[in-house]
């Protein structure tokens, strides 16, 4: 049997790491245990398990569907992957992530929580499983003597759990005053002090499950929070620790009578949730290959950028994978409608934010938090690396506002899917199978979205025609 030499391949039998082990020492009387798996959209599918399976589960895997990693946002099955009916919808073994159980403090019951990976027909791990994709982009800078570094920046919603009469979600009522939250207030203390029992309990949870989580702050919107993580030089953990806390964060709104949402456009009105890398590389010494300052970038840095600008159009869809991504994209919203990049500037799309010399990176903006924050990564740090490779320039920076001084450019659903689709950058850098299912995944989302009649039809069509 073939195996491929850049997949790195699961034993057939495991035990539970001495990390893992002891996490369940923490987790007394654990009855319960969760096993995620991270689908194409970040939606976390599996199975619960009760604690006595456990052992069996790390020896031999667990069987899901091959499927499930390329299910739509609605959950069916894409019959266009190629993962379905034409290969008789067959299960593969799953097998546990070592080190990624985490205790679930928010369940009533002990119970704890663990990441799997699906294995491929060959026995490696599934090529086009999201976190393979990112692991694969990593061995490419390792085999340069390159470590890239990445911390992530989530920002969201919380909602009243019950909708409007018209079935749209709704500001929460402020825990302190008894009203709706009506007000925009950037960074406004008062409503952290407000929202103190929402975060605080956040913080609890994180400090439990080791998610490095440091800030928190309430952004341009009523309700709308952003909750930083620490940077990591290993950017599988970094989304690891981005995964558990979108779960965290969900659940914890809940037990509050709240909805936490990261739907990248929930207002038309309002600002939408963006997901933003923050992203350092360093050599072989443990040097920042970007360090330099504003009046002296490092040609490393620039070359980083100006793969970014080229493979832009290409990961669009990583970056914006459902219909609602596109409504983010607004003038003056802080949102990148460019390609350009510029020092302390909110304007453009790779920020350079301000910091010592030896702290410079590059903040990506481009993404929603509705996106696969593993794709996301892997597509931000394959960008750079076919910068450095191929030195590219990226032009000057920008200074000042971005959207006053380059084309303003509105982007579309379907021109994204295309682009993607036909993208050869994609196929080098993520493999045939990885362009395929996804593309598939999100041309048959876009087909059944545009058979839906909305109301906005029938509001201005109805009658007039």
Same mark, same amino acid.
């Given at each position: 049997?073939?195996?491929?030499?850049?997949?790195?391949?699961?034993?057939?039998?495991?035990?539970?790491?001495?990390?893992?082990?002891?996490?369940?020492?923490?987790?007394?009387?654990?009855?319960?245990?969760?096993?995620?798996?991270?689908?194409?959209?970040?939606?976390?599918?599996?199975?619960?398990?009760?604690?006595?399976?456990?052992?069996?589960?790390?020896?031999?895997?667990?069987?899901?569907?091959?499927?499930?990693?390329?299910?739509?946002?609605?959950?069916?099955?894409?019959?266009?992957?190629?993962?379905?009916?034409?290969?008789?919808?067959?299960?593969?073994?799953?097998?546990?992530?070592?080190?990624?159980?985490?205790?679930?403090?928010?369940?009533?019951?002990?119970?704890?929580?663990?990441?799997?990976?699906?294995?491929?027909?060959?026995?490696?791990? !599934? @090529?086009? /499983?999201?976190?393979?994709?990112?692991?694969? #982009? *990593?061995?490419?800078?390792?085999?340069?003597? %390159? +470590?890239?570094?990445?911390?992530?920046?989530?920002?969201?919603?919380?909602?009243?759990?019950?909708?409007?009469?018209?079935?749209?979600?709704?500001?929460?009522?402020?825990?302190?005053?008894?009203?709706?939250?009506?007000?925009?207030?950037?960074?406004?203390?008062?409503?952290?002090?407000?929202?103190?029992?929402?975060?605080?309990?956040?913080?609890?949870?994180?400090?439990?499950?080791?998610?490095?989580?440091?800030?928190?702050?309430?952004?341009?919107?009523?309700?709308? !929070? @952003?909750? /930083?993580?620490?940077?990591?030089?290993?950017? #599988? *953990?970094?989304?690891?620790?981005?995964?558990? %806390? +979108?779960?965290?964060?969900?659940?914890?709104?809940?037990?509050?009578?709240?909805?936490?949402?990261?739907?990248?456009?929930?207002?038309?009105?309002?600002?939408?949730?963006?997901?933003?890398?923050?992203?350092?590389?360093?050599?072989?010494?443990?040097?920042?290959?970007?360090?330099?300052?504003?009046?002296?970038?490092?040609?490393?840095?620039?070359?980083?950028?100006?793969?970014?600008?080229?493979?832009?159009?290409?990961?669009?869809?990583?970056?914006?994978?459902?219909?609602?991504?596109?409504?983010?994209?607004?003038?003056?919203?802080? #949102?990148?409608?460019?390609?350009?990049?510029?020092?302390?500037?909110?304007?453009?799309?790779?920020?350079?934010?301000?910091?010592?010399?030896?702290?410079?990176?590059?903040?990506?903006?481009?993404?929603?938090?509705?996106?696969?924050?593993?794709?996301?990564?892997?597509?931000?740090?394959?960008?750079?690396?076919?910068?450095?490779?191929?030195?590219?320039?990226?032009?000057?920076?920008?200074?000042?506002?971005?959207?006053?001084?380059?084309?303003?450019?509105?982007?579309?659903?379907?021109?994204?899917?295309?682009?993607?689709?036909?993208?050869?950058?994609?196929?080098?850098?993520?493999?045939?199978?990885?362009?395929?299912?996804?593309?598939?995944?999100?041309?048959?989302?876009?087909?059944?979205?545009?058979?839906?009649?909305?109301?906005?039809?029938?509001?201005?069509?109805?009658?007039?025609?």
């Amino acid at each position: 049997m073939t195996r491929n030499p850049h997949v790195e391949s699961t034993p057939a039998r495991a035990t539970l790491s001495a990390e893992d082990v002891a996490v369940l020492q923490r987790v007394e009387g654990c009855e319960l245990v969760d096993l995620l798996l991270p689908d194409m959209n970040g939606l976390l599918r599996g199975k619960r398990i009760t604690r006595d399976a456990l052992e069996k589960v790390y020896a031999d895997g667990v069987c899901l569907p091959m499927s499930l990693i390329a299910t739509d946002i609605t959950g069916n099955t894409v019959e266009e992957t190629g993962l379905g009916y034409d290969i008789g919808d067959e299960d593969r073994i799953c097998r546990p992530v070592p080190g990624s159980l985490r205790p679930v403090p928010w369940s009533p019951r002990p119970m704890a929580q663990l990441l799997l990976s699906m294995e491929g027909a060959g026995g490696d791990m !599934f @090529e086009a /499983n999201p976190r393979e994709v990112l692991k694969r #982009v *990593l061995t490419r800078f390792a085999q340069r003597g %390159l +470590k890239p570094v990445v911390a992530v920046e989530l920002e969201f919603y919380l909602f009243d759990q019950r909708l409007d009469s018209h079935g749209r979600p709704r500001t929460p009522i402020n825990p302190m005053t008894g009203q709706r939250n009506e007000s925009t207030q950037v960074y406004y203390m008062e409503d952290l002090n407000d929202y103190r029992g929402f975060t605080d309990a956040v913080a609890a949870t994180c400090a439990a499950q080791g998610i490095p989580a440091d800030t928190a702050v309430a952004e341009y919107a009523p309700g709308q !929070f @952003e909750i /930083n993580l620490k940077h990591r030089d290993n950017a #599988v *953990l970094a989304c690891d620790d981005a995964v558990y %806390l +979108k779960r965290a964060i969900k659940a914890v709104a809940q037990q509050q009578g709240m909805q936490a949402s990261f739907m990248a456009k929930p207002f038309a009105e309002q600002a939408g949730n963006g997901m933003h890398i923050h992203v350092s590389v360093l050599d072989e010494s443990g040097g920042n290959i970007f360090a330099s300052s504003p009046d002296a970038p490092a040609d490393t840095l620039k070359h980083a950028i100006g793969g970014l600008q080229r493979s832009a159009r290409d990961c669009l869809l990583l970056f914006a994978p459902h219909a609602n991504s596109y409504r983010r994209f607004v003038l003056n919203a802080f #949102v990148p409608l460019n390609d350009c990049w510029g020092f302390n500037n909110r304007t453009v799309a790779m920020r350079i934010p301000h910091s010592n010399e030896a702290n410079t990176r590059i903040e990506h903006r481009v993404a929603g938090a509705d996106a696969n924050i593993y794709l996301v990564t892997a597509a931000v740090l394959a960008g750079m690396l076919h910068g450095l490779e191929n030195r590219f320039d990226p032009g000057p920076p920008i200074t000042g506002n971005a959207y006053e001084q380059t084309e303003v450019r509105t982007p579309f659903w379907r021109d994204a899917i295309t682009d993607f689709m036909g993208s050869e950058f994609i196929r080098e850098q993520f493999g045939d199978s990885f362009r395929h299912i996804y593309g598939q995944q999100k041309r048959k989302e876009m087909h059944s979205f545009y058979t839906q009649v909305t109301d906005l039809e029938y509001a201005w069509y109805l009658r007039a025609v």
